[in-house]
């Protein structure tokens, strides 16, 4: 694939409010990047009939050396191997392709443990051919060690990355160049904001923007200090981009192309209304130097962080997405766990694994505001998760702490006491830091003791202790 890849988002924009791009028109706007070396498309089962247009593309003649990446976003929930065949078979068809070039997987939510369940039924559906590569997007660093510490292979994750929001750089390209996943970047140039229209050009009513990709970039400019310290950004990358002889974008994108671990950037195209090819290609003419890359530093430092790891503005407050929150993209978070009521006004949270009946206890117990989770370790079915990875295991066992807490009514953030328990006294570190990413913000009473604990592949097992506050 080209370490440049055309993003098709924009289709869905185009068809808004009921309207529908001519898909033999649409997919000959494709053929301009693709004379120009650009062969990789990227799109998605809702970024409106996309994968349509590529299909089209590549049935008129256009598949020899076009890769077509498209992502599955289900809605949260079980997920069994019906669910993933139906979703591929409908890729398939509309892309008119017997198996995917890569899939991309996103999980709206990581406190109902079965996103695992997708990809390990994706895993299996790669390994029978359906599938020549399979990468995740919107992963932040805590739930790509998950899944790479319990085996799965990806090759991907696709996040954003600007010269504004810089999270990616923080943890999560590191960790992805060390375990050999490349980062496909999108949002470079923030909606076209970063671009010389808005150079110098008055705040714009954030009410009345005109496209959904200006409206989530917005947010972002918002949230990262507001229009004047966006606009000493702007100056510094055009001072940069008239030293090259290049534009605002080109400087933006390569900025995020020449960070450790990005293994492509991706420019978005609204095929058939405008195109950027000859500018976009020119993004292999010339590298930032040390100059370049202090001059925008510079700027950068006024910028508020975007916060959180990357993804986080898909799960958590604020909703950095185009409405502001998640109404566009999901209907509901059904309940991670099975509840019902137990004796004494008592609610309770049940897993489903023979061990509770058995033993006779519940993943948790609410009574009035108070919520008691149990022992909790990284499983999942019959499944140990995170392999030999500490951190990974805590990463899991506080997400099921946390879809325990959702299940009854409460929240991480409602958790006053934890006790964690290590098997072996050499992971008391990576167990902390991995308590302390999580519960930062919060700081419960903490207790972290050395333990035999039922089964030599768990590595780490925590119990939380909540007050759900009215």
């Known amino acids: 694939m080209t370490r440049v890849l055309t993003g098709l988002w924009q289709i869905a924009d185009m068809e808004r409010d009921g309207r529908a791009v001519d898909p033999v028109a649409t997919a000959q706007a494709m053929q301009p990047y693709v004379d120009a070396g650009l062969t990789t498309f990227d799109m998605a089962d809702h970024y409106g009939s ?21 992502k599955w976003v289900p809605e949260p929930g079980p997920v069994d191997a019906h669910d993933v065949a139906r979703a591929l078979d409908r890729a398939c068809t509309r892309l008119q392709t ?8 996103h999980a709206w939510t990581f406190t109902d443990p079965r996103w695992l369940d997708a990809l390990w039924h994706l895993e299996a559906a790669r390994d ?31 996040i954003s990355g600007s010269l504004l929001d810089r999270r990616f750089t923080q943890r999560l390209a590191p960790f992805a160049a060390a375990h050999g ?14 671009s010389e229209r808005w150079l110098g050009a008055p705040e714009p009513d954030w009410e009345h923007l005109t496209t959904w990709s200006q409206m989530k970039y917005g947010r972002f ?58 500018d976009t290609v020119r993004l292999f003419s010339f590298q930032l130097d040390a100059e370049d890359h202090a001059r925008l530093a510079e700027a950068q430092a006024l910028l508020a962080p975007i916060p959180g790891d990357c993804g986080d ?57 108070q919520i008691s989770v149990s022992g909790t370790t990284a499983t999942h079915g019959s499944r140990a ?58 700081m419960p009473a903490n207790t972290l003791v050395e333990a035999r604990l039922i089964g030599d592949e768990y590595l780490v097992e925590i119990e939380a202790d909540a007050i759900v506050d009215d």
């Not at 247009?53 to 890769?67: K, N």
Request: with cysteine; glycine share 12%.
């Open 98 to 105: 017997p198996g995917l070039d890569l899939l991309q997987f």
């Open 221 to 278: 400019i918002r949230t990262a200090g507001g229009w004047a310290p966006f606009q000493r950004l702007l100056s510094a990358a055009d001072a940069v981009a008239r030293k090259h002889g290049v534009s605002i974008p080109l400087v933006a994108s390569r900025w995020v192309l020449e960070q450790p671990g990005v293994g492509a950037v991706i420019i978005g195209a609204r095929l058939g209304q405008s195109a950027h090819v000859d």
């Open 181 to 194: 996943v490349q980062l496909l970047c999108y949002g470079t140039v923030l909606g076209g904001f970063l």
């Open 50 to 70: 996309a994968e349509i247009v590529a299909g089209t593309y590549r049935a008129r003649g256009g598949a020899d050396g076009v890769q077509c990446l498209t």
């Open 128 to 158: 029978a051919g359906r599938i020549r590569a399979l990468g995740v997007t919107n992963f932040d660093t805590a739930h790509l060690r998950i899944a790479l510490a319990s085996g799965i292979q990806l090759v991907s994750n696709q």
């Open 313 to 369: 503005e898909y799960r958590t407050p604020p909703f950095l997405t185009a409405s502001g929150d998640l109404s566009h993209h999901l209907s509901q978070f059904p309940s991670p766990f099975e509840t019902r009521a137990g004796t004494n006004g008592r609610t309770l949270a049940l897993s489903g694994t023979v061990w509770e009946p058995m033993a006779g206890y519940s993943r948790a117990v609410r009574k009035g505001n």
């Open 385 to 442: 998760i995170g392999g030999a990875d500490p951190a990974a295991q805590t990463h899991f066992c506080i997400d099921k702490i946390a879809g325990a807490l959702q299940s009854l009514g409460g929240r991480l953030e409602d958790v006053v006491r934890t006790r964690v328990f290590v098997s072996d006294r050499a992971h008391w570190e990576p167990v902390a830091r991995a308590h302390g990413e999580r519960f930062g913000h919060i």
